[in-house]
């Protein structure tokens, strides 16, 4: 791990990392910093990018994913090919992105939906790292619409369905024009 900082000052930058034990890009080093910053897409902090040995992005933002595994079993936490969106609702911004949200819908056709979205996930993954890039599509799941995040979602696309007459614009920070919306009853 090195430690790219978005302090304002040294002081910040110094009282922040006394208590990390990795290394540290030196504060100073701001142009580097800003480098590092636009070549990963980082517009927010904390941020974590995961490097495989030959330095190819693994994770572009593996924060919430590393944070929510203390024992490292999704090391190195690459892409999944289905997520559960109020567990990790961190990419659904950045990619076209399909939700499930499974509700009471009968086991049998919960599960078929799944296998298919994680087929579909697998294949997107696949084909992604065959052209040595970010998969087209993100696909996410939730078991009900009282979720942390899939109640933020479906109310925030509710609203924007009374404004427009379509689920299609953004609101609550959520952008809609790229998320399909699979619900169970």
Do not use: H
Request: contains cysteine.
């Amino acid at each position: 791990i090195i430690f790219a900082s978005s302090d304002k000052n040294q002081e910040q930058f110094n009282e922040y990392f006394e208590e990390m034990p990795w290394l540290a890009l030196p504060y100073e080093d701001r142009s580097r910093k800003q480098e590092l910053s636009k070549k990963f897409g980082v517009t927010g902090i904390p941020n974590l990018v995961i490097l495989d040995p030959e330095l190819k992005v693994v994770n572009q933002n593996a924060r919430m994913r590393v944070s929510s595994d203390p024992n490292g079993d999704g090391f190195p936490w690459g892409p999944r090919p289905v997520v559960d969106i109020d567990e990790d609702p961190s990419n659904i911004n950045d990619y076209p992105s399909v939700l499930f949200v499974k509700n009471n819908i009968g086991s049998a056709e919960g599960e078929a939906m799944l296998s298919l979205m994680k087929e579909l996930g697998e294949k997107a993954i696949a084909e992604a790292a065959a052209k040595d890039d970010d998969p087209e599509m993100m696909f996410f799941t939730s078991e009900s619409s009282s979720g942390k995040i899939s109640t933020q979602l479906l109310d925030a696309m509710d609203l924007a369905k009374e404004k427009t007459g379509e689920a299609s614009t953004g609101n609550g920070g959520y952008s809609f024009r790229r998320i399909v919306l699979c619900q169970g009853m």
